[in-house]
């Protein structure tokens, strides 16, 4: 290893995910309020559609800390009887829904046959008990129920029923304070000028954003200088193939 790079130890990140580290823009604001104003809902069930990492499961698990709801994955509704899954609770969380789907969005061809998958029966089972124990369900997904391509059609009704809570793009400020928290998560300190640089040349994705602070982090800690703007727009360049950005 030479003197100018230091060891990296890939460590977890811990994200802060209470209701205080998520910030609140015109593009997610419905989605928010729905969430604050629980259990006061007129509907029982209720699904955060949204892109990767636009927020959904954060929103998600500050609803879970509010409700004492039980979070289960797609999977397990395949595997396990729903009472068993849900034991006394009356709340559930379901995070990335869609996979219950028994055929992936867009796979399908003309006049292909539709099965139903374990998991969506899991699924039909655990709305009706939710309902039936008069408490709340709540969905992430990608996409709203209508583009799942569910194979149980009783299922699909049912669903039908559900307030749908889409999170849009986000806004420049909405990418400012994503990136402020995504630093913080880190305990990284971003330089002058870093995230406005990047509010304004990055991808604006919160995917992407993830993956461009982890890759900033790695940068500063093998060369030791920090996150400053010159590393962000020499590591933007490169990822972009433009030597512009880079002086």
């Not at 209701?19 to 309020?33: K, P, Q, Y």
């Not at 008069?134 to 039908?160: C, E, N, T, V, Y």
Request: proline share 5%; glycine share 8%; charged share 20%.
């Amino acid at each position: 290893m030479s003197a100018a790079s230091q060891l990296i130890l890939d460590l977890p990140v811990r994200p802060a995910l209470g209701r205080e580290d998520f910030f609140v823009a015109e593009s997610n604001a419905t989605a928010v309020a729905w969430i604050d104003r629980w259990p006061d809902w007129p509907a029982r069930v209720a699904v955060l559609v949204g892109p990767p990492g636009c927020g959904k499961s954060h929103l998600a698990q500050v609803w879970r800390g509010t409700s004492d709801a039980v979070a289960l994955a797609p999977k397990a509704l395949g595997e396990e009887a729903t009472r068993d899954l849900l034991g006394d609770a009356t709340c559930c969380l379901l995070d990335d829904a869609e996979a219950v789907a028994g055929m992936v969005p867009g796979v399908a061809g003309k006049g292909a046959a539709q099965e139903s998958s374990a998991a969506e029966q899991g699924l039909f089972h655990l709305f009706n008990l939710v309902i039936e124990r008069q408490g709340f369900l709540l969905m992430a997904a990608r996409q709203a129920p209508a583009r799942w391509h569910l194979g149980l059609a009783d299922l699909a009704s049912r669903l039908k029923t559900a307030q749908i809570l889409e999170l849009g793009a986000p806004d420049d400020s909405l990418m400012a304070a994503l990136f402020a928290k995504l630093f913080a998560d880190r305990q990284l300190r971003p330089g002058k000028g870093v995230i406005a640089y990047l509010v304004a040349h990055a991808e604006r994705s919160h995917a992407a954003a993830r993956q461009l602070v982890a890759e900033i982090d790695r940068r500063a800690l093998g060369e030791r200088g920090g996150a400053t703007l010159p590393l962000v727009r020499r590591l933007l360049a490169e990822q972009t193939g433009s030597g512009a950005e880079a002086r």
